[in-house]
């Protein structure tokens, strides 16, 4: 079954694509939730029209993307947080605190933008992250968790 996405579905595709998926997942789940249309002929012209207007607009939120990425590319976040004696933190660090940080800094980025190896970090030291500003640009992000 072939469906048209109405937004973006982390690992199945980007908001306006067409997308291959199994009957299932998308009658029960995608269509339901107002995920995505079926891609049938009508649904398909008005989406090629919509993405024809639209392409303006996405080269120029592309063009931010850029900017927001040179001004975060090579900055080294520092974010304290408690710690215990053995070195280890109460609680963790999660993506929250990272887009928190950038929100102090000026950039207006959310948390489900940032991605991480490892979900929680619970340690002292200096790791990496990847922002996803747009469809075709990631960030990597290196931060550094201290005493605090």
């Given at each position: 079954?072939?469906?048209?996405?109405?937004?973006?579905?982390?690992?199945?595709?980007?908001?306006?694509?067409?997308?291959?998926?199994?009957?299932?997942?998308?009658?029960?789940?995608?269509?339901?939730?107002?995920?995505?249309?079926?891609?049938?002929?009508?649904?398909?012209?008005?989406?090629?029209?919509?993405?024809?207007?639209?392409?303006?607009?996405?080269?120029?939120?592309?063009?931010?993307?850029?900017?927001?990425?040179?001004?975060?590319?090579?900055?080294?976040?520092?974010?304290?947080?408690?710690?215990?004696?053995?070195?280890?933190?109460?609680?963790?660090?999660?993506?929250?605190?990272?887009?928190?940080?950038?929100?102090?800094?000026?950039?207006?980025?959310?948390?489900?933008?940032?991605?991480?190896k490892n979900?929680?970090?619970?340690?002292?030291?200096?790791?990496?992250?990847?922002?996803?500003?747009?469809?075709d640009i990631?960030?990597?992000?290196?931060f550094e968790?201290?005493?605090?």
């Amino acid at each position: 079954m072939e469906v048209i996405l109405k937004q973006d579905v982390k690992n199945l595709g980007y908001a306006h694509d067409v997308v291959k998926v199994r009957n299932g997942y998308g009658l029960n789940y995608l269509i339901p939730n107002g995920l995505a249309v079926i891609a049938n002929d009508t649904n398909r012209k008005i989406n090629s029209e919509v993405m024809r207007q639209r392409q303006h607009k996405v080269e120029k939120i592309k063009m931010e993307a850029e900017k927001v990425k040179s001004a975060i590319e090579n900055v080294v976040l520092t974010i304290p947080a408690k710690v215990g004696e053995n070195g280890k933190l109460f609680g963790s660090i999660t993506t929250q605190q990272l887009a928190d940080v950038l929100k102090r800094m000026g950039q207006n980025i959310e948390k489900r933008q940032i991605s991480m190896k490892n979900d929680h970090i619970k340690g002292l030291g200096t790791y990496t992250a990847e922002v996803q500003l747009h469809r075709d640009i990631t960030v990597p992000i290196t931060f550094e968790v201290v005493e605090g």
